[in-house]
């Protein structure tokens, strides 16, 4: 029961961040689409990307938890890759509706009608990346409950673990286990010296 109360609460925090993250994409969206007449695709990009920042900074701070057997250059490189495959689950819902489903030539002769179809595009888009963004994330970036033992049999604890070995920091990190290390025998010797 608990962890069905933790998952609710996550996807709750994770619908806050996506509404503000998606206000952001959205108006940005049209901005450009409408402000400026840009075309949608392009448009998408940019406010996808804008919007993308404020989602990283947000989700890692109040929906998932980082892990501790993952380095963060990992993290950001996880949450990057996933994101450029919702980058292009995006673009192509978008480029789908204002370039198959109606003339992509619309954008000049009906500039209301393509707006109209670029945001029907962009609510699509967002339900399905939105899916795609907390199922890849919550797989791979979210820390176990507190107090349950790390499967090490899961991906992202192999990803994780070998990303603190491998990659920028990782001799720092291993001297720094390595002293720990040292440290606790060198506690655990001297007190099986004094029984």
């Not at 993250?21 to 392009?42: E, P, R, S, Y």
């Not at 890692?60 to 996933?82: Q, T």
Request: glycine share 6%; hydrophobic share 50%; net charge neutral.
């Amino acid at each position: 029961m608990a962890r069905v109360k933790k998952l609710i609460e996550q996807v709750l925090k994770f619908g806050i961040v996506g509404i503000i993250a998606f206000i952001i994409d959205w108006g940005i969206l049209n901005l450009l689409v409408i402000g400026v007449h840009m075309n949608a695709t392009l448009a998408a990009t940019i406010s996808f990307l804008i919007s993308l920042c404020f989602n990283y900074l947000a989700s890692m701070k109040f929906v998932f938890v980082h892990r501790d057997d993952m380095a963060r250059w990992m993290e950001v490189l996880i949450f990057f890759v996933s994101s450029a495959i919702g980058l292009g689950i995006n673009d192509a819902i978008i480029w789908f509706s204002t370039s198959v489903i109606i003339n992509p030539d619309t954008q000049f002769t009906d500039h209301g009608r393509y707006a109209l179809y670029a945001n029907i595009g962009k609510l699509v888009a967002t339900v399905i990346v939105s899916v795609w963004n907390f199922v890849i994330r919550k797989w791979l970036l979210d820390a176990p409950d507190p107090g349950k033992p790390v499967n090490e049999k899961s991906v992202a604890h192999r990803i994780g673990t070998w990303s603190l070995s491998h990659g920028p920091g990782a001799k720092a990190r291993l001297a720094a286990s390595d002293a720990a290390d040292a440290a606790a025998s060198d506690t655990e010797n001297a007190d099986s010296a004094k029984n």
